[in-house]
Protein backbone atom coordinates (compact mmCIF):
# COMPACT_ATOMS: atom_id res chain seq x y z
CA UNK A 1 0.00 0.00 0.00
CA UNK A 2 1.22 3.33 -0.99
CA UNK A 3 1.74 6.28 1.52
CA UNK A 4 -1.01 8.08 -0.04
CA UNK A 5 -3.55 5.56 -0.17
CA UNK A 6 -2.60 4.71 3.75
CA UNK A 7 -3.27 8.79 3.85
CA UNK A 8 -6.46 8.39 2.93
CA UNK A 9 -8.01 5.41 4.70
CA UNK A 10 -5.94 6.65 7.91
CA UNK A 11 -7.35 10.21 8.86
CA UNK A 12 -5.04 12.24 11.11
CA UNK A 13 -5.52 11.93 14.77
CA UNK A 14 -6.91 15.55 14.96
CA UNK A 15 -9.73 15.07 12.89
CA UNK A 16 -10.67 11.87 14.35
CA UNK A 17 -11.61 13.10 17.62
CA UNK A 18 -13.62 16.15 15.95
CA UNK A 19 -15.26 13.61 14.67
CA UNK A 20 -16.33 11.85 17.50
CA UNK A 21 -17.38 15.17 19.43
CA UNK A 22 -19.37 15.44 16.64
CA UNK A 23 -21.13 12.38 16.99
CA UNK A 24 -21.26 12.44 20.34
CA UNK A 25 -22.86 16.07 20.84
CA UNK A 26 -24.11 16.63 17.70
CA UNK A 27 -25.72 13.56 16.32
CA UNK A 28 -26.59 11.30 19.80
CA UNK A 29 -29.40 13.15 22.22
CA UNK A 30 -27.71 14.60 25.14
CA UNK A 31 -28.72 12.96 28.42
CA UNK A 32 -29.06 16.19 30.97
CA UNK A 33 -31.24 17.87 28.29
CA UNK A 34 -33.78 14.86 28.00
CA UNK A 35 -34.26 14.70 31.98
CA UNK A 36 -34.97 18.05 32.16
CA UNK A 37 -37.59 18.28 29.43
CA UNK A 38 -38.84 15.25 30.66
CA UNK A 39 -39.25 16.91 34.29
CA UNK A 40 -40.58 19.93 33.23
CA UNK A 41 -42.98 17.92 30.75
CA UNK A 42 -44.27 15.90 34.40
CA UNK A 43 -44.27 19.28 36.19
CA UNK A 44 -46.56 20.75 33.49
CA UNK A 45 -48.79 16.89 33.32
CA UNK A 46 -48.95 17.07 37.47
CA UNK A 47 -50.12 20.88 37.33
CA UNK A 48 -52.53 20.28 34.85
CA UNK A 49 -53.72 17.35 36.63
CA UNK A 50 -53.43 18.97 39.95
CA UNK A 51 -55.68 21.84 38.11
CA UNK A 52 -58.01 19.35 36.78
CA UNK A 53 -58.61 17.49 40.44
CA UNK A 54 -59.06 20.74 41.98
CA UNK A 55 -62.17 21.80 39.42
CA UNK A 56 -63.57 18.19 40.17
CA UNK A 57 -63.17 18.63 43.94
CA UNK A 58 -64.80 22.14 43.91
CA UNK A 59 -67.86 20.63 41.54
CA UNK A 60 -67.96 17.59 44.68
CA UNK A 61 -68.29 20.16 47.08
CA UNK A 62 -70.53 22.97 45.59
CA UNK A 63 -73.30 19.82 44.17
CA UNK A 64 -73.01 17.94 47.17
CA UNK A 65 -73.52 21.51 49.89
CA UNK A 66 -76.48 22.10 47.76
CA UNK A 67 -77.93 18.93 47.86
CA UNK A 68 -77.85 19.82 51.78
CA UNK A 69 -79.55 22.54 51.58
CA UNK A 70 -82.89 21.16 49.85
CA UNK A 71 -83.10 18.58 52.56
CA UNK A 72 -84.93 20.98 54.70
CA UNK A 73 -86.86 22.24 51.90
CA UNK A 74 -87.84 18.27 51.16
CA UNK A 75 -88.83 17.79 55.26
CA UNK A 76 -90.88 20.75 55.10
CA UNK A 77 -93.00 19.92 52.18
CA UNK A 78 -93.30 16.60 53.15
CA UNK A 79 -94.65 17.32 56.57
CA UNK A 80 -96.96 20.03 55.22
CA UNK A 81 -98.48 17.83 52.28
CA UNK A 82 -97.24 19.43 49.44
CA UNK A 83 -96.64 16.30 46.92
CA UNK A 84 -95.82 18.35 43.81
CA UNK A 85 -93.24 20.50 45.35
CA UNK A 86 -91.83 17.48 47.42
CA UNK A 87 -91.46 15.86 43.51
CA UNK A 88 -89.45 19.05 42.06
CA UNK A 89 -87.64 18.91 44.97
CA UNK A 90 -86.28 15.52 44.87
CA UNK A 91 -85.47 15.97 40.98
CA UNK A 92 -83.50 18.90 41.91
CA UNK A 93 -81.68 16.97 44.96
CA UNK A 94 -81.16 14.32 41.97
CA UNK A 95 -79.80 16.50 39.36
CA UNK A 96 -76.95 17.79 42.36
CA UNK A 97 -75.87 14.17 43.26
CA UNK A 98 -75.78 13.27 39.68
CA UNK A 99 -73.25 16.01 38.99
CA UNK A 100 -71.03 14.92 41.60
CA UNK A 101 -71.11 11.41 41.45
CA UNK A 102 -69.90 11.76 37.63
CA UNK A 103 -66.97 14.39 38.85
CA UNK A 104 -65.59 12.02 41.36
CA UNK A 105 -66.43 8.45 38.83
CA UNK A 106 -63.62 11.10 36.47
CA UNK A 107 -60.83 8.88 35.68
CA UNK A 108 -57.93 10.91 36.66
CA UNK A 109 -59.84 11.12 39.97
CA UNK A 110 -60.40 7.23 39.77
CA UNK A 111 -56.40 7.01 39.47
CA UNK A 112 -55.46 9.58 41.88
CA UNK A 113 -57.52 7.13 44.42
CA UNK A 114 -55.03 4.40 43.77
CA UNK A 115 -51.83 6.39 45.01
CA UNK A 116 -50.39 6.21 48.24
CA UNK A 117 -51.34 8.06 51.25
CA UNK A 118 -53.29 10.94 49.23
CA UNK A 119 -55.81 8.04 47.71
CA UNK A 120 -57.49 7.30 50.09
CA UNK A 121 -59.23 11.10 50.54
CA UNK A 122 -59.87 10.83 47.06
CA UNK A 123 -61.28 7.23 47.53
CA UNK A 124 -63.26 8.67 50.99
CA UNK A 125 -64.84 11.62 48.88
CA UNK A 126 -65.52 9.15 45.89
CA UNK A 127 -67.81 7.44 48.23
CA UNK A 128 -69.68 10.11 49.59
CA UNK A 129 -70.50 11.24 46.64
CA UNK A 130 -71.63 7.98 45.72
CA UNK A 131 -73.30 7.68 48.84
CA UNK A 132 -75.12 10.84 48.34
CA UNK A 133 -76.19 9.78 44.93
CA UNK A 134 -77.64 6.58 45.82
CA UNK A 135 -79.67 7.90 48.77
CA UNK A 136 -81.35 10.31 46.70
CA UNK A 137 -81.92 8.30 43.54
CA UNK A 138 -82.73 4.77 45.28
CA UNK A 139 -84.08 5.96 48.80
CA UNK A 140 -85.73 9.40 48.85
CA UNK A 141 -87.01 9.36 45.14
CA UNK A 142 -88.95 5.84 45.51
CA UNK A 143 -90.38 6.84 49.30
CA UNK A 144 -91.51 10.43 47.67
CA UNK A 145 -93.04 8.48 44.81
CA UNK A 146 -94.72 6.31 47.20
CA UNK A 147 -95.88 9.19 49.75
CA UNK A 148 -97.48 10.85 46.76
CA UNK A 149 -99.58 8.13 45.63
CA UNK A 150 -101.24 7.96 49.46
CA UNK A 151 -103.96 10.19 50.21
CA UNK A 152 -103.03 10.43 53.81
CA UNK A 153 -106.68 11.89 55.20
CA UNK A 154 -108.16 8.58 53.68
CA UNK A 155 -105.78 6.44 55.61
CA UNK A 156 -106.98 7.75 58.77
CA UNK A 157 -109.28 5.27 60.72
CA UNK A 158 -112.94 5.98 59.38
CA UNK A 159 -116.46 4.99 60.54
CA UNK A 160 -116.20 2.43 57.26
CA UNK A 161 -112.80 1.12 58.19
CA UNK A 162 -110.00 2.15 56.35
CA UNK A 163 -108.59 0.85 52.98
CA UNK A 164 -105.19 -0.26 53.79
CA UNK A 165 -104.51 -1.35 50.71
CA UNK A 166 -102.18 1.30 49.69
CA UNK A 167 -99.89 0.83 52.59
CA UNK A 168 -99.38 -2.70 51.78
CA UNK A 169 -98.35 -1.61 48.28
CA UNK A 170 -96.05 0.74 49.51
CA UNK A 171 -94.36 -1.89 51.51
CA UNK A 172 -92.04 -3.22 49.19
CA UNK A 173 -90.68 0.00 47.56
CA UNK A 174 -89.88 1.24 50.93
CA UNK A 175 -87.86 -1.83 52.27
CA UNK A 176 -86.08 -1.37 48.51
CA UNK A 177 -85.49 2.04 49.85
CA UNK A 178 -84.39 1.14 53.16
CA UNK A 179 -81.85 -1.14 52.30
CA UNK A 180 -80.33 0.48 49.50
CA UNK A 181 -79.51 3.39 52.13
CA UNK A 182 -78.67 0.75 54.46
CA UNK A 183 -75.74 -0.78 52.23
CA UNK A 184 -74.78 3.16 51.41
CA UNK A 185 -74.50 3.93 54.99
CA UNK A 186 -72.49 0.41 55.62
CA UNK A 187 -69.94 1.51 52.70
CA UNK A 188 -69.10 5.18 54.65
CA UNK A 189 -68.70 3.18 58.17
CA UNK A 190 -66.58 0.93 56.56
CA UNK A 191 -64.25 3.50 55.80
CA UNK A 192 -61.07 4.23 57.69
CA UNK A 193 -60.90 7.63 58.55
CA UNK A 194 -57.92 7.70 60.79
CA UNK A 195 -55.46 9.14 57.63
CA UNK A 196 -57.66 11.24 55.96
CA UNK A 197 -57.11 15.38 55.51
CA UNK A 198 -59.44 17.44 57.89
CA UNK A 199 -61.28 18.35 55.00
CA UNK A 200 -62.43 15.16 54.16
CA UNK A 201 -62.64 13.80 57.68
CA UNK A 202 -65.33 16.35 58.39
CA UNK A 203 -67.31 15.73 55.78
CA UNK A 204 -67.14 11.65 56.46
CA UNK A 205 -68.30 11.91 59.53
CA UNK A 206 -71.15 14.43 59.25
CA UNK A 207 -72.43 12.07 56.50
CA UNK A 208 -72.05 9.29 58.63
CA UNK A 209 -74.27 11.38 61.21
CA UNK A 210 -76.87 12.20 58.80
CA UNK A 211 -77.17 9.13 56.58
CA UNK A 212 -77.58 7.16 59.97
CA UNK A 213 -80.37 9.18 60.99
CA UNK A 214 -81.59 8.49 57.51
CA UNK A 215 -81.30 4.72 57.78
CA UNK A 216 -83.34 4.97 61.14
CA UNK A 217 -86.12 6.70 59.79
CA UNK A 218 -86.15 4.44 57.09
CA UNK A 219 -85.65 1.36 58.42
CA UNK A 220 -88.84 2.57 60.96
CA UNK A 221 -90.92 3.52 58.04
CA UNK A 222 -90.57 0.60 56.42
CA UNK A 223 -91.29 -1.82 59.74
CA UNK A 224 -94.20 0.21 59.91
CA UNK A 225 -95.47 -0.23 56.56
CA UNK A 226 -95.28 -3.97 56.73
CA UNK A 227 -96.85 -4.29 60.15
CA UNK A 228 -100.05 -2.13 60.00
CA UNK A 229 -101.70 -3.27 57.30
CA UNK A 230 -102.34 -7.02 59.03
CA UNK A 231 -102.32 -5.48 62.72
CA UNK A 232 -105.13 -3.12 61.67
CA UNK A 233 -106.93 -6.10 60.83
CA UNK A 234 -106.39 -6.00 57.20
CA UNK A 235 -106.75 -9.85 57.06
CA UNK A 236 -109.14 -10.83 59.64
CA UNK A 237 -109.95 -9.14 62.70
CA UNK A 238 -107.66 -8.54 65.68
CA UNK A 239 -108.25 -8.03 69.14
CA UNK A 240 -106.32 -6.01 71.81
CA UNK A 241 -106.64 -5.55 75.39
CA UNK A 242 -106.55 -1.90 75.92
CA UNK A 243 -104.96 -0.94 79.57
CA UNK A 244 -105.86 2.55 80.09
CA UNK A 245 -103.30 3.80 82.72
CA UNK A 246 -104.14 6.33 85.88
CA UNK A 247 -100.46 8.30 86.45
CA UNK A 248 -102.44 9.36 89.24
CA UNK A 249 -101.43 6.32 91.10
CA UNK A 250 -98.08 5.60 89.56
CA UNK A 251 -96.52 2.70 88.05
CA UNK A 252 -93.43 1.90 86.37
CA UNK A 253 -94.66 2.28 82.69
CA UNK A 254 -97.30 5.03 83.40
CA UNK A 255 -100.10 4.15 86.25
CA UNK A 256 -102.43 1.86 87.07
CA UNK A 257 -104.30 -0.25 84.41
CA UNK A 258 -107.49 1.35 85.74
CA UNK A 259 -110.20 0.79 82.49
CA UNK A 260 -109.78 -2.40 80.52
CA UNK A 261 -111.21 -2.81 77.13
CA UNK A 262 -110.79 -4.70 74.09
CA UNK A 263 -110.19 -2.80 71.25
CA UNK A 264 -111.08 -4.14 67.77
CA UNK A 265 -109.14 -3.52 64.45
CA UNK A 266 -110.77 -4.36 61.62
CA UNK A 267 -110.11 -3.23 58.35
CA UNK A 268 -108.90 0.07 59.76
CA UNK A 269 -112.17 0.25 61.63
CA UNK A 270 -111.33 0.68 65.47
CA UNK A 271 -114.40 -0.13 68.49
CA UNK A 272 -114.20 -0.35 72.14
CA UNK A 273 -115.61 -3.56 73.94
CA UNK A 274 -115.86 -5.45 77.19
CA UNK A 275 -115.08 -2.59 79.54
CA UNK A 276 -114.30 -2.99 82.84
CA UNK A 277 -111.92 -1.79 85.68
CA UNK A 278 -108.61 -3.80 86.61
CA UNK A 279 -110.01 -4.18 90.14
CA UNK A 280 -112.89 -6.12 88.81
CA UNK A 281 -110.44 -8.88 87.68
CA UNK A 282 -110.12 -9.97 91.51
CA UNK A 283 -106.92 -11.89 92.72
CA UNK A 284 -105.51 -14.43 91.07
CA UNK A 285 -104.29 -17.62 93.25
CA UNK A 286 -101.79 -19.01 92.76
CA UNK A 287 -100.49 -16.11 91.05
CA UNK A 288 -99.84 -16.09 87.70
CA UNK A 289 -95.81 -17.70 86.61
CA UNK A 290 -93.88 -14.33 86.47
CA UNK A 291 -89.98 -15.09 85.61
CA UNK A 292 -88.12 -15.39 88.85
CA UNK A 293 -85.39 -12.53 88.25
CA UNK A 294 -88.26 -9.88 87.79
CA UNK A 295 -90.44 -11.48 90.82
CA UNK A 296 -87.55 -10.80 93.37
CA UNK A 297 -87.68 -7.06 92.79
CA UNK A 298 -91.17 -6.69 92.09
CA UNK A 299 -92.34 -9.40 94.51
CA UNK A 300 -95.40 -11.86 93.65
CA UNK A 301 -97.93 -8.81 93.27
CA UNK A 302 -96.77 -8.69 89.45
CA UNK A 303 -98.95 -11.98 88.86
CA UNK A 304 -101.61 -11.50 91.39
CA UNK A 305 -103.16 -8.61 90.19
CA UNK A 306 -104.32 -6.55 87.11
CA UNK A 307 -103.60 -3.24 88.94
CA UNK A 308 -99.92 -4.57 89.36
CA UNK A 309 -98.68 -6.24 86.16
CA UNK A 310 -96.66 -3.04 85.03
CA UNK A 311 -95.18 -2.74 88.50
CA UNK A 312 -92.35 -3.97 85.79
CA UNK A 313 -91.26 -1.18 83.41
CA UNK A 314 -90.74 -3.77 80.86
CA UNK A 315 -93.68 -3.50 78.68
CA UNK A 316 -94.03 -7.37 77.41
CA UNK A 317 -93.68 -8.94 80.85
CA UNK A 318 -96.42 -6.69 81.93
CA UNK A 319 -98.68 -7.49 78.64
CA UNK A 320 -97.95 -11.14 78.81
CA UNK A 321 -99.42 -11.31 81.99
CA UNK A 322 -102.33 -9.13 81.71
CA UNK A 323 -103.15 -11.40 78.58
CA UNK A 324 -103.00 -14.45 80.88
CA UNK A 325 -105.18 -12.78 83.22
CA UNK A 326 -107.83 -11.86 80.82
CA UNK A 327 -107.79 -15.22 78.97
CA UNK A 328 -108.42 -17.07 82.81
CA UNK A 329 -111.21 -14.60 83.69
CA UNK A 330 -112.90 -14.09 80.56
CA UNK A 331 -112.09 -17.49 78.33
CA UNK A 332 -110.82 -15.01 75.77
CA UNK A 333 -107.59 -15.33 73.71
CA UNK A 334 -106.22 -12.01 72.18
CA UNK A 335 -103.84 -10.87 69.83
CA UNK A 336 -102.05 -8.93 72.17
CA UNK A 337 -101.98 -5.59 74.15
CA UNK A 338 -102.00 -1.76 74.01
CA UNK A 339 -101.40 0.57 76.85
CA UNK A 340 -102.57 4.29 76.75
CA UNK A 341 -102.49 6.76 78.93
CA UNK A 342 -104.62 10.42 80.08
CA UNK A 343 -102.25 12.32 78.51
CA UNK A 344 -102.15 10.57 75.22
CA UNK A 345 -105.67 10.37 75.11
CA UNK A 346 -105.42 14.21 75.40
CA UNK A 347 -103.09 14.21 72.19
CA UNK A 348 -105.68 12.49 70.03
CA UNK A 349 -108.03 14.98 71.53
CA UNK A 350 -105.88 17.72 70.29
CA UNK A 351 -106.47 16.02 66.81
CA UNK A 352 -110.32 14.62 67.06
CA UNK A 353 -111.22 17.80 68.79
CA UNK A 354 -113.52 17.63 71.68
CA UNK A 355 -115.49 14.65 72.78
CA UNK A 356 -119.40 14.43 73.96
CA UNK A 357 -120.03 12.17 76.87
CA UNK A 358 -123.41 10.36 75.31
CA UNK A 359 -124.79 7.93 78.12
CA UNK A 360 -127.58 9.71 79.62
CA UNK A 361 -127.26 7.79 83.42
CA UNK A 362 -123.94 9.46 83.70
CA UNK A 363 -124.77 12.69 82.48
CA UNK A 364 -127.16 12.76 85.01
CA UNK A 365 -125.07 11.63 87.54
CA UNK A 366 -122.41 13.96 86.94
CA UNK A 367 -124.48 17.09 85.63
CA UNK A 368 -122.83 19.88 87.02
CA UNK A 369 -119.82 17.94 88.88
CA UNK A 370 -117.70 17.23 86.00
CA UNK A 371 -117.94 18.39 82.72
CA UNK A 372 -119.94 16.57 79.71
CA UNK A 373 -117.48 17.89 77.11
CA UNK A 374 -113.87 16.59 77.18
CA UNK A 375 -110.77 18.09 75.39
CA UNK A 376 -107.07 17.89 74.88
CA UNK A 377 -107.23 20.78 77.51
CA UNK A 378 -108.80 19.25 80.67
CA UNK A 379 -108.90 15.65 79.88
CA UNK A 380 -106.12 14.91 82.25
CA UNK A 381 -107.34 17.03 85.18
CA UNK A 382 -110.77 15.81 84.86
CA UNK A 383 -109.44 12.12 84.87
CA UNK A 384 -107.12 12.05 87.02
CA UNK A 385 -108.12 14.58 89.99
CA UNK A 386 -111.45 16.16 89.35
CA UNK A 387 -113.17 12.86 89.47
CA UNK A 388 -111.97 11.92 92.44
CA UNK A 389 -112.60 14.91 94.41
CA UNK A 390 -116.50 14.59 93.06
CA UNK A 391 -117.65 11.25 93.86
CA UNK A 392 -115.80 8.71 96.28
CA UNK A 393 -117.62 5.72 94.38
CA UNK A 394 -114.84 4.11 93.07
CA UNK A 395 -117.36 2.18 90.21
CA UNK A 396 -118.98 5.66 89.45
CA UNK A 397 -115.33 7.00 88.85
CA UNK A 398 -114.58 4.17 86.88
CA UNK A 399 -117.43 3.98 84.49
CA UNK A 400 -116.58 7.50 83.63
CA UNK A 401 -112.87 6.34 82.82
CA UNK A 402 -114.35 3.99 80.64
CA UNK A 403 -116.80 6.79 78.86
CA UNK A 404 -114.56 8.87 78.20
CA UNK A 405 -112.04 7.03 76.73
CA UNK A 406 -114.79 5.00 74.59
CA UNK A 407 -116.18 8.72 73.62
CA UNK A 408 -112.46 9.38 72.74
CA UNK A 409 -111.56 6.00 70.45
CA UNK A 410 -114.92 6.69 68.88
CA UNK A 411 -114.29 10.09 67.59
CA UNK A 412 -110.70 8.12 66.73
CA UNK A 413 -112.38 5.83 64.39
CA UNK A 414 -114.67 8.52 63.35
CA UNK A 415 -112.64 9.62 60.32
CA UNK A 416 -112.81 13.20 61.52
CA UNK A 417 -109.35 13.97 63.03
CA UNK A 418 -106.90 15.60 61.23
CA UNK A 419 -104.34 13.23 59.66
CA UNK A 420 -101.27 15.14 60.69
CA UNK A 421 -102.48 16.12 63.78
CA UNK A 422 -103.51 12.79 64.38
CA UNK A 423 -99.86 11.39 63.68
CA UNK A 424 -97.64 14.01 65.60
CA UNK A 425 -100.28 13.74 68.92
CA UNK A 426 -99.70 9.82 68.54
CA UNK A 427 -96.19 10.26 67.47
CA UNK A 428 -95.39 12.91 70.66
CA UNK A 429 -97.33 9.84 73.07
CA UNK A 430 -94.79 6.72 71.30
CA UNK A 431 -91.83 9.58 71.85
CA UNK A 432 -92.73 9.94 75.99
CA UNK A 433 -93.36 6.35 76.41
CA UNK A 434 -97.28 6.77 76.64
CA UNK A 435 -97.85 4.80 74.30
CA UNK A 436 -97.18 0.83 74.42
CA UNK A 437 -97.57 -2.12 71.92
CA UNK A 438 -97.36 -5.53 72.44
CA UNK A 439 -97.82 -8.17 69.90
CA UNK A 440 -98.72 -12.37 70.44
CA UNK A 441 -97.73 -12.45 67.10
CA UNK A 442 -93.92 -13.65 67.62
CA UNK A 443 -92.81 -12.39 64.15
CA UNK A 444 -95.20 -8.84 64.41
CA UNK A 445 -92.94 -8.72 68.31
CA UNK A 446 -89.85 -9.38 66.98
CA UNK A 447 -90.15 -6.35 64.86
CA UNK A 448 -91.39 -4.27 67.44
CA UNK A 449 -88.97 -4.84 69.90
CA UNK A 450 -86.84 -2.84 67.63
CA UNK A 451 -88.31 0.14 68.75
CA UNK A 452 -89.33 1.77 72.21
CA UNK A 453 -92.41 1.16 71.15
CA UNK A 454 -92.21 -2.27 72.39
CA UNK A 455 -91.68 -0.69 76.31
CA UNK A 456 -88.73 -3.20 76.47
CA UNK A 457 -85.67 -3.02 79.28
CA UNK A 458 -83.43 -5.15 77.10
CA UNK A 459 -83.06 -5.78 73.59
CA UNK A 460 -82.44 -3.66 70.20
CA UNK A 461 -84.65 -0.98 71.19
CA UNK A 462 -82.73 0.14 73.88
CA UNK A 463 -79.53 2.04 73.40
CA UNK A 464 -75.92 0.85 74.91
CA UNK A 465 -75.60 4.03 77.14
CA UNK A 466 -79.59 3.78 78.61
CA UNK A 467 -80.01 4.46 81.93
CA UNK A 468 -84.05 4.34 83.47
CA UNK A 469 -85.84 5.69 86.13
CA UNK A 470 -89.24 4.74 87.04
CA UNK A 471 -91.80 5.18 89.89
CA UNK A 472 -94.36 2.90 92.14
CA UNK A 473 -97.40 4.09 94.14
CA UNK A 474 -96.44 2.93 98.07
CA UNK A 475 -99.40 4.74 99.24
CA UNK A 476 -101.95 2.98 97.54
CA UNK A 477 -104.32 6.00 96.13
CA UNK A 478 -103.90 8.67 93.60
CA UNK A 479 -101.43 11.21 94.94
CA UNK A 480 -98.90 11.14 92.20
CA UNK A 481 -100.82 13.44 90.60
CA UNK A 482 -99.30 16.09 92.91
CA UNK A 483 -95.85 15.04 92.79
CA UNK A 484 -93.46 16.71 90.58
CA UNK A 485 -90.31 15.10 89.78
CA UNK A 486 -86.87 16.19 87.88
CA UNK A 487 -84.27 13.40 86.58
CA UNK A 488 -80.91 14.35 85.83
CA UNK A 489 -77.33 12.05 84.87
CA UNK A 490 -74.53 13.49 86.30
CA UNK A 491 -71.49 11.80 84.11
CA UNK A 492 -68.48 11.93 86.93
CA UNK A 493 -64.61 11.35 86.18
CA UNK A 494 -63.58 7.67 85.45
CA UNK A 495 -62.35 5.15 87.44
CA UNK A 496 -60.07 2.85 86.98
CA UNK A 497 -60.88 2.76 83.64
CA UNK A 498 -64.35 2.88 83.77
CA UNK A 499 -67.14 5.51 83.02
CA UNK A 500 -69.32 6.32 86.02
CA UNK A 501 -72.45 8.11 86.50
CA UNK A 502 -74.65 9.52 89.21
CA UNK A 503 -78.65 9.46 88.74
CA UNK A 504 -80.18 12.36 90.36
CA UNK A 505 -83.90 12.28 91.10
CA UNK A 506 -85.60 14.89 93.02
CA UNK A 507 -89.61 14.82 94.05
CA UNK A 508 -91.55 17.29 95.61
CA UNK A 509 -95.44 16.89 97.03
CA UNK A 510 -97.09 19.86 95.85
CA UNK A 511 -99.62 18.82 97.55
CA UNK A 512 -101.83 21.36 99.60
CA UNK A 513 -100.84 21.73 103.38
CA UNK A 514 -104.11 20.77 104.53
CA UNK A 515 -103.87 17.77 102.01
CA UNK A 516 -105.12 15.17 104.72
CA UNK A 517 -108.91 17.05 105.04
CA UNK A 518 -108.63 19.13 102.17
CA UNK A 519 -108.48 16.23 100.07
CA UNK A 520 -110.62 13.01 99.13
CA UNK A 521 -110.04 9.65 101.33
CA UNK A 522 -110.01 7.59 98.32
CA UNK A 523 -106.94 10.22 96.95
CA UNK A 524 -104.38 10.01 100.24
CA UNK A 525 -105.53 7.12 101.13
CA UNK A 526 -103.17 6.15 103.78
CA UNK A 527 -105.76 4.74 106.45
CA UNK A 528 -104.26 1.03 107.86
CA UNK A 529 -101.03 1.11 105.68
CA UNK A 530 -99.26 3.28 108.24
CA UNK A 531 -98.50 6.11 106.01
CA UNK A 532 -99.53 9.48 107.07
CA UNK A 533 -102.65 11.50 105.51
CA UNK A 534 -101.81 13.72 102.82
CA UNK A 535 -98.13 11.70 102.60
CA UNK A 536 -97.03 10.24 99.65
CA UNK A 537 -94.95 6.90 99.65
CA UNK A 538 -92.99 6.08 96.05
CA UNK A 539 -90.67 3.03 95.82
CA UNK A 540 -88.24 5.01 93.46
CA UNK A 541 -86.56 2.40 91.36
CA UNK A 542 -83.04 3.25 89.01
CA UNK A 543 -81.75 1.22 86.09
CA UNK A 544 -78.06 1.27 84.91
CA UNK A 545 -76.34 0.05 81.67
CA UNK A 546 -75.44 -3.51 81.34
CA UNK A 547 -73.39 -4.85 82.93
CA UNK A 548 -72.33 -1.89 85.11
CA UNK A 549 -72.68 -1.57 88.88
CA UNK A 550 -75.06 0.15 91.48
CA UNK A 551 -72.75 0.90 93.56
CA UNK A 552 -74.08 3.54 96.35
CA UNK A 553 -77.34 5.41 97.14
CA UNK A 554 -77.90 8.72 98.81
CA UNK A 555 -80.84 10.19 99.98
CA UNK A 556 -80.45 14.57 100.15
CA UNK A 557 -76.69 13.98 101.16
CA UNK A 558 -76.52 10.79 103.07
CA UNK A 559 -75.80 7.58 102.30
CA UNK A 560 -78.88 5.49 103.20
CA UNK A 561 -79.00 1.40 102.55
CA UNK A 562 -80.90 0.58 99.19
CA UNK A 563 -81.83 -2.64 97.34
CA UNK A 564 -79.78 -3.88 95.03
CA UNK A 565 -80.99 -6.68 91.61
CA UNK A 566 -80.24 -7.52 88.13
CA UNK A 567 -82.54 -7.53 85.26
CA UNK A 568 -82.28 -8.64 81.92
CA UNK A 569 -78.52 -8.42 82.70
CA UNK A 570 -78.56 -4.71 84.28
CA UNK A 571 -78.00 -3.12 87.77
CA UNK A 572 -81.27 -2.02 89.37
CA UNK A 573 -81.20 -0.04 92.32
CA UNK A 574 -84.44 0.43 94.62
CA UNK A 575 -85.62 2.45 97.49
CA UNK A 576 -88.49 4.41 99.08
CA UNK A 577 -89.02 8.08 99.49
CA UNK A 578 -91.71 9.46 101.81
CA UNK A 579 -92.60 13.19 101.15
CA UNK A 580 -95.32 15.47 103.30
CA UNK A 581 -96.55 17.97 101.46
CA UNK A 582 -94.91 20.93 100.67
CA UNK A 583 -91.48 18.14 101.33
CA UNK A 584 -89.22 17.78 98.54
CA UNK A 585 -86.06 14.98 98.37
CA UNK A 586 -83.22 14.07 96.56
CA UNK A 587 -81.89 10.86 96.08
CA UNK A 588 -78.69 9.80 94.31
CA UNK A 589 -77.65 6.70 92.80
CA UNK A 590 -73.97 6.12 91.74
CA UNK A 591 -73.51 3.53 88.78
CA UNK A 592 -69.96 2.28 88.44
CA UNK A 593 -68.06 0.05 85.79
CA UNK A 594 -69.53 1.14 82.96
CA UNK A 595 -68.06 -0.15 79.93
CA UNK A 596 -69.82 1.86 77.20
CA UNK A 597 -68.62 4.75 75.87
CA UNK A 598 -72.02 5.97 74.12
CA UNK A 599 -73.49 9.32 75.48
CA UNK A 600 -75.60 8.19 78.46
CA UNK A 601 -79.60 8.78 78.35
CA UNK A 602 -82.37 8.05 80.50
CA UNK A 603 -85.91 6.75 80.14
CA UNK A 604 -88.41 7.63 82.97
CA UNK A 605 -92.34 6.89 83.56
CA UNK A 606 -94.12 9.04 81.91
CA UNK A 607 -96.43 11.25 84.33
CA UNK A 608 -98.74 14.17 84.08
CA UNK A 609 -95.66 15.96 83.48
CA UNK A 610 -94.46 16.81 80.17
CA UNK A 611 -91.01 14.27 79.74
CA UNK A 612 -88.87 17.63 78.88
CA UNK A 613 -89.75 18.88 82.48
CA UNK A 614 -89.12 15.78 83.78
CA UNK A 615 -85.30 14.89 82.11
CA UNK A 616 -82.41 17.48 82.70
CA UNK A 617 -79.90 17.86 80.46
CA UNK A 618 -77.07 15.77 81.50
CA UNK A 619 -74.13 17.24 83.07
CA UNK A 620 -70.09 16.31 83.21
CA UNK A 621 -68.13 16.98 86.44
CA UNK A 622 -64.99 18.54 85.69
CA UNK A 623 -62.09 16.23 86.64
CA UNK A 624 -59.37 17.88 88.25
CA UNK A 625 -55.59 17.02 87.23
CA UNK A 626 -52.81 16.18 89.37
CA UNK A 627 -49.11 17.78 88.81
Known amino acids: MTDNQQSEIIPDEPDLRRDKRKTAWGKRPRPLLTAGICLVAILLMAGAAAVWLAAKASTIKTELEASTQLVPKLKENVLQNRPAEATAIVDELRRHTAVARDAASDPLWSLASATPWLGANFSATAEIARSADDVAVLGVAPLVKVYDSLNW ?65 LNTASDAAGLTPAMLGSDRPRHYLLLVQNNAEARASGGIPGALAVL ?57 TALKMWEQRKGERLDGAISIDPVALGYILDATGPVSLQDPQLLALTAGKLPSQLSGKNVVKTLLSDVYAQFNNPKLQDAYFAAVAKEVFGALSSGKSDAKGLLTGIGKGVEEHRVLVWSADTSEQSVLSKYSLSGSISGPSVPAAQFGVYFNDGTGAKMDYYVKRTVELITQCPANGYQTVKVRITSTNTAPADAATSLPAYVTGGLGTGIPTGDVQSNVIAYGPAQAHVETATQDGKNIPFGAQHHGNRPVGSLTVRLAPGQSSTVEFIFGKIVQHNQPEVVVTPTIQSVDKVVLPTQSESCGTTG
Open 153 to 217: DKLVPGSSGTDLEPIRKAAPAMASAAHAVRVSAERLNGIDASGLFPQIAGPLAQARQQLGSVVDQ
Open 264 to 320: TADKGKISLSSQISGHDLGEFDPPIPVDAEQQRIYSTRLGTFMQDVNFTPDFPTAAT
